[in-house]
């Protein structure tokens, strides 16, 4: 007898792992609101303040990306930053690495955490 079809239920089927894998550790911190508390970086909690309240002229436009040594003289103070995008806002830099910044921005009501390659950056100014 010539068989054309294979009978699936005649071969055991994988159910995936049949034993429990434990979980990944979680970091200390949340989200708000949640038992942990607002995320950080390193112990670096937002601002607790909002920024000003004006949003400043934009300096001159550079072609290039921005300087990763540039923008460190803005860490842990209130900084606008204008993107390629169009896009502006006040941001909070707690970190610069070779090509990235990363630290709090504010949304209009609250510090959310954020991080951008500086190479999307036009300009910025600090305070």
């Known amino acids: 007898m010539d068989?054309?079809?294979i009978d699936s239920y005649s071969y055991?089927?994988?159910l995936g792992p049949q034993f429990p894998f434990p979980?990944?550790?979680r970091p200390p911190g949340g989200f708000p609101g949640s038992p942990g508390g607002f995320p950080s970086f390193g112990g670096q909690q937002p601002p607790t303040?909002?920024?000003p309240a004006f949003i400043?002229?934009?300096q001159l436009a550079t072609p290039f990306a921005v300087d990763p040594g540039a923008?460190?003289?803005c860490l842990f103070r209130n900084t606008f930053i204008w993107l390629r995008n169009g896009s502006s806002f006040w941001f909070f830099p707690i970190f610069v690495g070779p090509r990235s910044v990363a630290g709090f921005r504010w949304n209009g009501r609250f510090w959310t955490i954020f991080g951008i390659d500086t190479r999307r950056i036009v300009s910025f100014t600090c305070f």
């Open 3 to 5: 068989v054309d079809y």
């Open 12 to 14: 055991p089927r994988f």
């Open 23 to 25: 979980s990944p550790p």
């Open 49 to 51: 303040t909002p920024p």
């Open 56 to 58: 400043p002229q934009q």
């Open 71 to 73: 923008i460190s003289m």
